[in-house]
Protein backbone atom coordinates (compact mmCIF):
# COMPACT_ATOMS: atom_id res chain seq x y z
CA UNK A 1 0.00 0.00 0.00
CA UNK A 2 1.31 3.19 -0.48
CA UNK A 3 1.96 6.44 1.44
CA UNK A 4 -1.00 8.39 2.57
CA UNK A 5 -0.60 12.34 3.57
CA UNK A 6 -3.43 13.54 4.17
CA UNK A 7 -3.38 17.59 4.03
CA UNK A 8 -7.39 18.61 3.44
CA UNK A 9 -8.19 18.47 7.47
CA UNK A 10 -9.72 21.97 6.41
CA UNK A 11 -12.80 19.36 4.11
CA UNK A 12 -12.72 17.08 6.92
CA UNK A 13 -11.01 15.12 10.02
CA UNK A 14 -10.36 11.71 11.06
CA UNK A 15 -12.60 11.21 13.99
CA UNK A 16 -10.25 10.46 16.47
CA UNK A 17 -10.04 7.23 18.29
CA UNK A 18 -10.90 8.77 22.12
CA UNK A 19 -13.93 10.31 20.41
CA UNK A 20 -15.53 7.22 18.94
CA UNK A 21 -14.75 5.68 22.43
CA UNK A 22 -17.20 8.28 23.77
CA UNK A 23 -20.04 7.72 20.73
CA UNK A 24 -19.75 3.80 21.39
CA UNK A 25 -21.78 3.88 24.31
CA UNK A 26 -24.76 5.95 22.48
CA UNK A 27 -25.30 2.98 19.95
CA UNK A 28 -25.61 0.07 22.19
CA UNK A 29 -25.90 0.77 25.59
CA UNK A 30 -27.81 4.34 25.91
CA UNK A 31 -29.48 3.88 23.16
CA UNK A 32 -33.00 5.95 24.26
CA UNK A 33 -34.56 8.20 22.87
CA UNK A 34 -33.98 11.55 24.79
CA UNK A 35 -37.31 12.99 24.70
CA UNK A 36 -38.93 10.14 26.39
CA UNK A 37 -39.41 9.74 29.86
CA UNK A 38 -38.69 7.09 31.19
CA UNK A 39 -35.30 6.18 33.23
CA UNK A 40 -33.60 4.28 30.62
CA UNK A 41 -34.28 7.62 27.98
CA UNK A 42 -33.06 9.98 30.87
CA UNK A 43 -29.55 8.41 30.28
CA UNK A 44 -29.33 9.69 26.70
CA UNK A 45 -30.75 13.25 27.28
CA UNK A 46 -28.33 13.80 29.71
CA UNK A 47 -25.91 13.18 27.59
CA UNK A 48 -26.94 15.46 24.89
CA UNK A 49 -27.48 18.55 28.11
CA UNK A 50 -23.83 17.38 29.03
CA UNK A 51 -22.30 18.05 25.29
CA UNK A 52 -24.80 21.38 25.50
CA UNK A 53 -22.49 22.93 28.40
CA UNK A 54 -19.61 21.66 27.33
CA UNK A 55 -20.06 23.61 23.80
CA UNK A 56 -21.38 26.80 25.21
CA UNK A 57 -18.57 26.65 27.85
CA UNK A 58 -16.18 26.20 24.37
CA UNK A 59 -17.44 29.56 23.58
CA UNK A 60 -18.29 31.82 26.31
CA UNK A 61 -22.18 30.88 25.96
CA UNK A 62 -25.24 29.54 28.22
CA UNK A 63 -26.30 26.51 27.85
CA UNK A 64 -30.14 27.64 26.93
CA UNK A 65 -28.24 29.38 23.95
CA UNK A 66 -26.86 26.21 21.96
CA UNK A 67 -28.97 24.16 19.37
CA UNK A 68 -27.99 21.29 18.01
CA UNK A 69 -27.92 20.95 14.38
CA UNK A 70 -26.93 18.10 11.74
CA UNK A 71 -24.06 20.40 10.26
CA UNK A 72 -22.35 23.76 9.90
CA UNK A 73 -24.16 24.42 6.42
CA UNK A 74 -27.80 24.22 8.33
CA UNK A 75 -26.64 25.93 11.11
CA UNK A 76 -25.55 28.68 8.84
CA UNK A 77 -28.65 28.80 6.95
CA UNK A 78 -31.04 29.06 10.07
CA UNK A 79 -29.04 31.43 11.69
CA UNK A 80 -29.57 33.67 8.31
CA UNK A 81 -33.03 32.41 7.38
CA UNK A 82 -34.44 32.78 10.70
CA UNK A 83 -32.89 36.58 11.35
CA UNK A 84 -34.67 37.49 8.35
CA UNK A 85 -37.88 36.08 8.83
CA UNK A 86 -37.80 37.06 12.44
CA UNK A 87 -36.65 40.80 11.93
CA UNK A 88 -38.64 41.37 8.64
CA UNK A 89 -40.64 44.04 10.36
CA UNK A 90 -37.30 45.95 11.14
CA UNK A 91 -36.17 46.17 7.89
CA UNK A 92 -35.40 43.67 5.13
CA UNK A 93 -31.20 44.62 4.44
CA UNK A 94 -28.22 42.36 5.04
CA UNK A 95 -24.65 41.89 5.04
CA UNK A 96 -22.13 39.75 4.33
CA UNK A 97 -18.48 39.63 2.48
CA UNK A 98 -17.84 38.19 -0.88
CA UNK A 99 -15.66 35.35 0.26
CA UNK A 100 -18.13 33.74 3.02
CA UNK A 101 -18.95 30.24 2.06
CA UNK A 102 -21.54 28.73 0.51
CA UNK A 103 -23.83 28.46 2.71
CA UNK A 104 -23.82 31.55 3.63
CA UNK A 105 -23.46 33.15 -0.16
CA UNK A 106 -26.27 31.00 -1.54
CA UNK A 107 -28.78 31.55 1.78
CA UNK A 108 -28.15 35.46 1.35
CA UNK A 109 -28.77 34.82 -3.09
CA UNK A 110 -31.82 33.24 -2.02
CA UNK A 111 -33.02 35.76 0.26
CA UNK A 112 -32.84 38.44 -1.97
CA UNK A 113 -34.72 36.47 -4.92
CA UNK A 114 -37.66 36.97 -1.59
CA UNK A 115 -37.15 40.35 -1.69
CA UNK A 116 -34.34 41.44 0.74
CA UNK A 117 -30.96 43.61 -0.08
CA UNK A 118 -28.09 42.17 0.42
CA UNK A 119 -24.62 44.71 0.81
CA UNK A 120 -21.44 42.18 -0.40
CA UNK A 121 -18.70 43.76 1.19
CA UNK A 122 -15.07 43.80 -0.22
CA UNK A 123 -11.81 42.38 1.06
CA UNK A 124 -8.21 43.62 1.00
CA UNK A 125 -5.56 41.41 -0.87
CA UNK A 126 -5.13 39.26 2.31
CA UNK A 127 -8.93 38.44 2.13
CA UNK A 128 -9.63 40.92 5.27
CA UNK A 129 -12.72 42.51 5.23
CA UNK A 130 -13.50 46.73 4.91
CA UNK A 131 -14.23 47.85 8.30
CA UNK A 132 -15.02 51.40 7.13
CA UNK A 133 -16.96 49.73 4.24
CA UNK A 134 -18.89 47.94 6.32
CA UNK A 135 -19.84 50.76 9.12
CA UNK A 136 -20.78 53.37 6.01
CA UNK A 137 -22.82 50.27 4.56
CA UNK A 138 -25.32 49.96 7.73
CA UNK A 139 -27.97 51.60 7.35
CA UNK A 140 -31.24 51.96 9.82
CA UNK A 141 -33.57 49.14 7.84
CA UNK A 142 -29.96 46.84 8.15
CA UNK A 143 -31.09 43.49 10.54
CA UNK A 144 -27.91 41.76 9.97
CA UNK A 145 -24.18 41.32 9.42
CA UNK A 146 -22.56 37.87 8.73
CA UNK A 147 -19.08 37.55 8.58
CA UNK A 148 -17.09 34.42 8.71
CA UNK A 149 -14.86 34.16 11.82
CA UNK A 150 -11.99 32.16 9.12
CA UNK A 151 -12.06 31.75 5.93
CA UNK A 152 -12.20 27.67 4.72
CA UNK A 153 -9.71 28.53 1.70
CA UNK A 154 -7.21 31.13 2.33
CA UNK A 155 -7.33 30.61 6.12
CA UNK A 156 -7.37 34.61 6.89
CA UNK A 157 -8.80 35.34 10.24
CA UNK A 158 -11.33 38.50 9.93
CA UNK A 159 -11.36 40.89 13.33
CA UNK A 160 -14.22 39.62 14.57
CA UNK A 161 -14.52 41.72 17.81
CA UNK A 162 -14.18 44.86 15.61
CA UNK A 163 -16.94 43.62 13.28
CA UNK A 164 -19.04 42.97 16.84
CA UNK A 165 -18.79 45.72 18.26
CA UNK A 166 -19.78 47.60 14.85
CA UNK A 167 -23.07 45.17 14.78
CA UNK A 168 -23.21 46.60 18.71
CA UNK A 169 -23.26 50.18 18.06
CA UNK A 170 -25.37 50.20 15.27
CA UNK A 171 -28.17 47.63 17.18
CA UNK A 172 -27.82 45.30 14.46
CA UNK A 173 -27.22 41.72 14.89
CA UNK A 174 -23.95 39.58 13.87
CA UNK A 175 -23.66 36.04 12.52
CA UNK A 176 -20.46 34.47 12.34
CA UNK A 177 -19.69 31.40 10.56
CA UNK A 178 -17.06 29.94 12.41
CA UNK A 179 -17.00 26.43 11.27
CA UNK A 180 -13.25 26.92 10.06
CA UNK A 181 -12.38 28.47 13.37
CA UNK A 182 -14.27 26.36 16.08
CA UNK A 183 -11.91 24.49 18.29
CA UNK A 184 -8.62 25.84 16.56
CA UNK A 185 -8.74 29.69 17.52
CA UNK A 186 -10.43 30.75 20.85
CA UNK A 187 -13.48 32.21 20.21
CA UNK A 188 -15.66 34.07 22.90
CA UNK A 189 -19.01 35.44 22.28
CA UNK A 190 -19.49 38.02 24.97
CA UNK A 191 -16.03 39.60 24.31
CA UNK A 192 -16.46 39.03 20.50
CA UNK A 193 -19.70 40.36 20.81
CA UNK A 194 -21.40 37.78 18.45
CA UNK A 195 -25.28 37.25 18.33
CA UNK A 196 -25.17 33.87 16.45
CA UNK A 197 -22.49 31.01 15.68
CA UNK A 198 -22.03 28.37 13.57
CA UNK A 199 -20.12 25.37 13.97
CA UNK A 200 -19.28 22.04 13.04
CA UNK A 201 -18.22 18.74 14.73
CA UNK A 202 -15.96 17.64 11.70
CA UNK A 203 -13.57 19.92 11.52
CA UNK A 204 -12.08 19.32 14.66
CA UNK A 205 -11.86 15.52 15.12
CA UNK A 206 -15.77 14.66 15.57
CA UNK A 207 -18.06 13.16 13.85
CA UNK A 208 -19.93 13.94 10.56
CA UNK A 209 -23.85 15.10 10.65
CA UNK A 210 -22.93 17.03 14.25
CA UNK A 211 -23.48 20.97 14.35
CA UNK A 212 -24.86 23.56 16.55
CA UNK A 213 -25.98 27.05 16.20
CA UNK A 214 -25.72 29.32 19.01
CA UNK A 215 -28.36 32.15 19.13
CA UNK A 216 -28.09 35.11 22.11
CA UNK A 217 -31.00 34.29 24.01
CA UNK A 218 -32.20 38.03 23.21
CA UNK A 219 -31.96 36.81 19.89
CA UNK A 220 -35.95 35.70 18.23
CA UNK A 221 -35.26 32.86 16.56
CA UNK A 222 -37.99 31.01 14.53
CA UNK A 223 -38.17 27.32 14.14
CA UNK A 224 -36.49 25.91 11.26
CA UNK A 225 -38.21 22.30 11.47
CA UNK A 226 -41.67 21.69 12.57
CA UNK A 227 -42.70 18.35 14.79
CA UNK A 228 -41.64 17.63 17.68
CA UNK A 229 -40.29 20.03 21.04
CA UNK A 230 -36.74 18.65 20.74
CA UNK A 231 -34.16 21.72 20.86
CA UNK A 232 -36.70 24.33 23.06
CA UNK A 233 -39.86 23.69 20.08
CA UNK A 234 -37.07 25.08 17.39
CA UNK A 235 -35.50 22.23 15.56
CA UNK A 236 -37.71 19.15 15.77
CA UNK A 237 -36.55 15.33 14.99
CA UNK A 238 -35.25 12.58 16.98
CA UNK A 239 -31.82 13.85 18.95
CA UNK A 240 -27.99 12.38 16.99
CA UNK A 241 -27.16 11.41 20.24
CA UNK A 242 -23.91 9.58 19.23
CA UNK A 243 -22.87 12.75 16.97
CA UNK A 244 -24.23 14.89 19.83
CA UNK A 245 -21.64 13.07 22.26
CA UNK A 246 -19.11 12.70 19.94
CA UNK A 247 -19.26 16.52 19.04
CA UNK A 248 -18.94 17.54 22.47
CA UNK A 249 -15.82 15.06 23.30
CA UNK A 250 -13.97 16.56 19.74
CA UNK A 251 -14.48 20.20 21.64
CA UNK A 252 -13.24 19.12 25.05
CA UNK A 253 -10.56 17.34 23.57
CA UNK A 254 -9.58 20.40 21.20
CA UNK A 255 -9.78 23.41 23.90
CA UNK A 256 -7.14 21.28 26.22
CA UNK A 257 -4.71 21.12 23.44
CA UNK A 258 -5.40 24.34 21.54
CA UNK A 259 -2.43 26.38 22.25
CA UNK A 260 -0.33 23.28 22.19
CA UNK A 261 -1.77 22.72 18.81
CA UNK A 262 -1.68 26.19 17.58
CA UNK A 263 1.89 26.55 18.02
CA UNK A 264 3.05 22.99 16.16
CA UNK A 265 0.88 23.98 13.62
CA UNK A 266 1.62 27.16 12.58
CA UNK A 267 5.63 26.14 13.26
CA UNK A 268 5.03 23.24 10.42
CA UNK A 269 2.80 25.86 8.09
CA UNK A 270 4.75 28.42 8.43
CA UNK A 271 7.83 25.86 7.80
CA UNK A 272 5.61 24.47 4.67
CA UNK A 273 5.14 28.08 2.83
CA UNK A 274 9.18 29.19 3.18
CA UNK A 275 10.17 26.32 1.23
CA UNK A 276 7.34 26.15 -1.55
CA UNK A 277 7.86 30.23 -1.93
CA UNK A 278 11.77 29.56 -1.68
CA UNK A 279 11.93 26.33 -4.19
CA UNK A 280 8.89 27.10 -6.43
CA UNK A 281 9.40 30.08 -8.82
CA UNK A 282 6.43 31.97 -9.61
CA UNK A 283 4.41 31.14 -6.57
CA UNK A 284 2.05 33.52 -4.47
CA UNK A 285 0.94 32.68 -0.94
CA UNK A 286 -2.50 33.62 -0.41
CA UNK A 287 -4.03 34.80 2.65
CA UNK A 288 -2.96 36.74 5.46
CA UNK A 289 0.89 35.95 6.67
CA UNK A 290 -0.11 35.91 10.39
CA UNK A 291 -3.58 36.57 10.90
CA UNK A 292 -4.24 32.81 9.73
CA UNK A 293 -5.31 29.41 10.78
CA UNK A 294 -2.64 27.71 12.35
CA UNK A 295 -2.82 24.78 10.01
CA UNK A 296 -4.09 26.40 6.25
CA UNK A 297 -1.31 27.05 3.79
CA UNK A 298 -2.71 28.34 0.54
CA UNK A 299 -0.64 28.92 -2.95
CA UNK A 300 -1.42 29.92 -6.16
CA UNK A 301 1.04 28.14 -9.09
CA UNK A 302 1.16 30.60 -12.48
CA UNK A 303 1.19 28.65 -15.51
CA UNK A 304 -0.81 25.16 -14.56
CA UNK A 305 -4.04 23.99 -13.72
CA UNK A 306 -5.19 22.78 -10.12
CA UNK A 307 -7.04 19.94 -11.35
CA UNK A 308 -4.22 18.60 -13.11
CA UNK A 309 -1.48 18.92 -9.79
CA UNK A 310 -4.59 17.57 -7.55
CA UNK A 311 -4.45 14.44 -9.42
CA UNK A 312 -0.87 13.94 -9.46
CA UNK A 313 -0.83 14.70 -6.37
CA UNK A 314 -2.97 12.23 -5.47
CA UNK A 315 -0.66 9.06 -7.14
CA UNK A 316 1.94 10.33 -4.72
CA UNK A 317 -0.67 9.71 -2.09
CA UNK A 318 -1.29 13.28 -0.90
CA UNK A 319 -4.31 14.59 -0.07
CA UNK A 320 -4.94 17.99 -0.86
CA UNK A 321 -7.07 20.66 -2.15
CA UNK A 322 -7.21 23.24 -5.19
CA UNK A 323 -9.27 26.23 -4.75
CA UNK A 324 -9.81 25.70 -8.59
CA UNK A 325 -13.32 25.51 -9.43
CA UNK A 326 -12.81 22.58 -12.19
CA UNK A 327 -13.12 20.09 -9.13
CA UNK A 328 -16.93 20.82 -9.03
CA UNK A 329 -17.65 21.14 -12.70
CA UNK A 330 -17.42 24.91 -12.98
CA UNK A 331 -15.26 26.68 -15.41
CA UNK A 332 -14.97 29.87 -13.05
CA UNK A 333 -11.87 29.66 -10.30
CA UNK A 334 -12.84 30.20 -6.63
CA UNK A 335 -14.57 33.63 -5.86
CA UNK A 336 -12.30 33.74 -2.49
CA UNK A 337 -9.57 34.43 -4.92
CA UNK A 338 -10.86 36.28 -7.33
CA UNK A 339 -12.39 38.65 -4.38
CA UNK A 340 -8.61 39.02 -3.19
CA UNK A 341 -7.62 40.72 -6.91
CA UNK A 342 -6.20 37.03 -8.54
CA UNK A 343 -6.15 37.14 -12.12
CA UNK A 344 -8.47 34.21 -13.67
CA UNK A 345 -5.45 32.27 -14.89
CA UNK A 346 -3.84 32.61 -11.58
CA UNK A 347 -6.81 31.41 -9.63
CA UNK A 348 -7.08 28.43 -11.67
CA UNK A 349 -3.76 27.05 -10.22
CA UNK A 350 -4.26 27.25 -6.53
CA UNK A 351 -3.57 24.60 -3.86
CA UNK A 352 -4.84 24.66 -0.46
CA UNK A 353 -2.65 22.20 2.26
CA UNK A 354 -4.37 21.90 5.59
CA UNK A 355 -2.41 20.01 8.52
CA UNK A 356 -3.49 18.24 11.12
CA UNK A 357 -1.79 17.76 14.69
CA UNK A 358 -0.81 14.50 13.27
CA UNK A 359 1.23 15.89 10.48
CA UNK A 360 5.13 15.66 10.70
CA UNK A 361 8.09 17.52 8.99
CA UNK A 362 9.14 14.88 7.28
CA UNK A 363 5.54 14.12 5.67
CA UNK A 364 5.92 18.51 4.67
CA UNK A 365 9.34 17.90 3.08
CA UNK A 366 8.06 14.43 1.43
CA UNK A 367 5.33 16.59 0.07
CA UNK A 368 7.64 19.64 -0.88
CA UNK A 369 9.56 16.99 -3.04
CA UNK A 370 6.57 16.01 -4.17
CA UNK A 371 4.85 19.00 -5.20
CA UNK A 372 8.31 20.74 -6.87
CA UNK A 373 8.28 17.76 -9.55
CA UNK A 374 4.51 17.85 -10.30
CA UNK A 375 4.42 21.63 -10.88
CA UNK A 376 8.04 21.18 -13.49
CA UNK A 377 6.22 18.51 -14.85
CA UNK A 378 2.82 20.42 -15.46
CA UNK A 379 4.77 23.17 -16.87
CA UNK A 380 6.53 21.31 -19.20
CA UNK A 381 3.45 20.54 -20.70
CA UNK A 382 2.04 24.11 -20.69
CA UNK A 383 2.03 26.40 -23.64
CA UNK A 384 1.61 29.33 -21.64
CA UNK A 385 5.03 28.51 -19.81
CA UNK A 386 6.45 27.80 -22.97
CA UNK A 387 5.82 31.14 -24.35
CA UNK A 388 6.29 33.34 -21.20
CA UNK A 389 9.80 31.47 -21.31
CA UNK A 390 10.82 32.27 -25.04
CA UNK A 391 9.32 35.74 -23.75
CA UNK A 392 11.55 35.96 -21.26
CA UNK A 393 14.75 34.67 -23.34
CA UNK A 394 13.73 37.74 -25.58
CA UNK A 395 13.71 40.19 -23.35
CA UNK A 396 16.66 39.28 -21.38
CA UNK A 397 18.80 39.13 -25.35
CA UNK A 398 17.15 42.49 -26.33
CA UNK A 399 18.41 44.28 -22.66
CA UNK A 400 21.71 42.25 -23.73
CA UNK A 401 22.30 44.09 -27.13
CA UNK A 402 21.19 47.16 -25.96
CA UNK A 403 24.48 46.93 -23.12
Same mark, same amino acid.
Given at each position: ???????????????????????????????????????????????????? #???????????????????????????????? #?????????????????????????????????????????????????????????????????????????????????????????????????????????? +?????????? %??????????????????????????????????????????????????? *??????????????????????????????????????????????????????????????????????????????????????? %?????????????????? +???? *???????? #??????? +??????????????????? #?????????
Amino acid at each position: MKRLIYLDNAATTRLDPEVFLKMQPCFTEFYGNPSSIYQFAQKSAGVVEEAR #EELASAIGAKPQEIYFTGGGSEADNWAIKAVA #EAYKEKGRHLITSKIEHHAVLHTFEYLQRQGYDVTYLDVNEDGIVDLEQLRASVRPDTILISIMAANNEIGTIQPIAKIGEIAREAGVLFHTDAVQAFGHIPLDVE +EMKIDLLSAS %AHKIHGPKGAGFLYARKSVKLSSLIHGGAQERGKRAGTHNVPGIAGFAAAS *KRAREKMFETMEKETRLRDYLISRVEEEIPFTIVNGHRTSRLPNNAHFCFRFIEGESMLILLDEAGICASSGSACTSGSLDPSHVLL %AIGRPHEIAHGSLRLTLS +EQTT *KEELDFVV #EELKKTI +ERLRNMSPLYEDFLKKGAK #EDASCIAKK
